[in-house]
């Protein structure tokens, strides 16, 4: 039975810039049956929604499901993950003094590898998409593992449960242990055809599941493995994914092994070594870039490269502060969050934007950076859920299609809930599971969606849709 038109009523808080989000109240949004957003009216009462819109689209109220955000409620983009390694969920949290290179050793490499075993992967994968979407997260750019049954699996599950995924089989032919590396180059291919493949064939049309080629990171491939990625990259058209400059031992070790000689880039820099690979394109997620240097991040911006910021992570492996607004922003490199799970330590994009908004306070207060002041390094509620949102999109190759309250736009979206608190102290509103965020009623509608930001979880997601479905509600 196709799904019915829907309109959604009550208040909606959208970014509409970088620096600017909207809220529009007393607001009616509709919904056709594929689940485009076919109307947004402003200060439009259910009665006149009734009235004026649906008999301009030709819907019979009968027919129609109606959606009401309630007192304390309002209707929020979902959020995109623009980094997640799902085959690392059981590690969340788990990382000890580690960084980057230990950690991938004594945590992660054997902890991806142990995903061969489908009944194992099936129990994570299905966690790890229930999970994300409990926060909000209506779309993630997935790192499984190397293992082809296992990944195609993730995709099948992201397409049942109806999250909108782009899921990546992971490369690595060196530097790497025995068990958990590509045979060869040639084998690392046919593994990643034959998930390009697989995901074809779950979504033709990938409309909810597209393959994402994923380099793990230039010390893990061989020369000829970047290469003939970037080449199917440019021969499919499909999005890349990978790590660049996250920590600074990585940095000196990728120095060491991809010189001049060996890449024919111009200089020994990460990203002049992706560069020369073909790597380096307008579908290519960079995730961290925390230390990339001033022409790093000039030739990413000419590519048009993407940036994954990851602050939960950088923080938790003591990468560094990346200077989000200097690097990526004020030179007009789109930008998104990443949990990067298990690197970071939480599955949750809301935690990725508070700790981007505190992390980049500490770039702030770090005075300088390369002799270069950061005081305007800052970013604001404002900011980080662009970022969350109309960012993520962007970097993900989505950018007309999700993020935002506009006609055309699929209506991927969370019903955020926060408590009221009556007169007696009590919570009046909801299902008494409202969580940490608590509102008198005397804030304007920018200082409560910043308590959200900076105290909400999951139990302020209420419900979330996708493509106009509802996959997630909160019981
Ligand atoms: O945060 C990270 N997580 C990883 O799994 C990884 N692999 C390479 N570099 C990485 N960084």
Same mark, same amino acid.
């Given at each position: ?10 208040? $909606? ?23 485009? &957003? ?13 009235? %004026?819109?649906?008999? *301009? ?8 499901? #109606?959606? *009401?955000?309630?007192?304390?409620? $309002? ?6 993950? %623009? ?21 991938? !050793?004594?945590?992660? $490499?054997?902890?991806? =590898? ?6 194992? =992967? ?8 229930? !999970? ?6 209506? @779309?993630? +750019?997935?790192?499984?593992? &190397? ?33 958990? *590396? ?19 064939? &779950? ?47 990585? &940095? ?18 990460? +990203?002049?070594?992706?560069?020369? @690979? ?21 030739? #990413? ?37 990443? %949990? ?22 500490? #770039? ?86 910043? !308590? ?18 509802? #996959?997630?509600?909160?019981?």
């Amino acid at each position: 039975m196709a799904a019915p038109n829907k309109l959604f009523l009550g208040s $909606f808080v959208h970014s509409k810039k970088l620096k600017e989000i909207e809220s529009l109240h007393n607001a009616a949004v509709a919904v056709d049956s594929s689940g485009k &957003i076919v109307a947004v009216e402003k200060d439009c009462s259910e009665g006149r929604a009734r009235e %004026t819109v649906l008999p *301009r689209l030709g819907w019979r109220e009968d027919e129609v499901e #109606v959606v *009401r955000a309630a007192d304390g409620q $309002f209707f929020f983009p979902g959020f995109i993950d %623009t980094h997640i390694h799902a085959s690392q969920y059981p590690n969340v949290g788990i990382f000890g003094e580690s960084t980057l290179l230990d950690w991938l !050793k004594k945590y992660t $490499f054997p902890l991806e =590898a142990s995903l061969a075993d489908s009944t194992k =992967a099936r129990q994570v994968y299905t966690r790890v998409i229930r !999970k994300t979407l409990s926060h909000g997260t209506t @779309c993630a +750019a997935y790192y499984a593992t &190397i293992d082809v049954p296992s990944t195609n699996l993730l995709a099948d599950l992201c397409h049942t449960a109806g999250q909108r995924a782009l899921v990546g089989r992971i490369c690595m032919n060196q530097n790497s242990p025995d068990k958990y *590396r590509d045979a060869s180059v040639e084998s690392a291919i046919a593994d990643t055809r034959a998930n390009i493949e697989h995901i074809r064939s &779950i979504d033709p049309s990938m409309a909810l599941v597209r393959p994402i080629i994923t380099p793990r990171f230039a010390p893990a491939c061989s020369v000829d493995l970047m290469r003939q990625l970037g080449a199917l990259a440019k021969e499919t058209g499909l999005p890349i994914q990978t790590h660049i400059s996250e920590n600074t031992a990585e &940095i000196a070790f990728v120095g060491e092994l991809f010189p001049p000689s060996v890449t024919g880039a111009a200089d020994d820099t990460y +990203a002049a070594v992706y560069d020369a @690979c073909g790597l380096l394109t307008e579908r290519t997620i960079l995730g961290h870039a925390v230390h990339l240097t001033d022409s790093e991040a000039e030739l #990413v911006a000419r590519r048009k490269a993407k940036i994954s910021h990851c602050p939960c992570s950088n923080s938790a492996l003591t990468s560094g502060a990346a200077p989000v607004r200097r690097q990526f922003l004020d030179r007009g490199i789109a930008c998104g969050l990443g %949990t990067d799970m298990s690197g970071g330590y939480s599955p949750s994009v809301l935690e990725a934007a508070r700790q981007a908004a505190l992390v980049s306070r500490q #770039v702030v207060l770090s005075g300088t950076v390369d002799g270069k002041r950061e005081d305007g390094a800052a970013l604001s509620v404002d900011e980080v859920l662009y970022l969350a949102t109309r960012g993520g999109a962007e970097v993900v190759g989505l950018a007309d299609k999700v993020g935002a309250f506009e006609v055309g736009m699929d209506w991927d979206v969370q019903l955020i809930g926060l408590n009221i608190v009556g007169e007696d102290g009590e919570v009046i509103n909801g299902d008494g599971d409202g969580g940490d965020v608590d509102v008198f009623g005397w804030e304007s509608w920018p200082n409560q969606v910043a !308590k959200w930001v900076y105290n909400g979880d999951d139990r302020n997601t209420k419900k979330v849709w996708v493509k106009g479905r509802l #996959v997630h509600e909160r019981r």
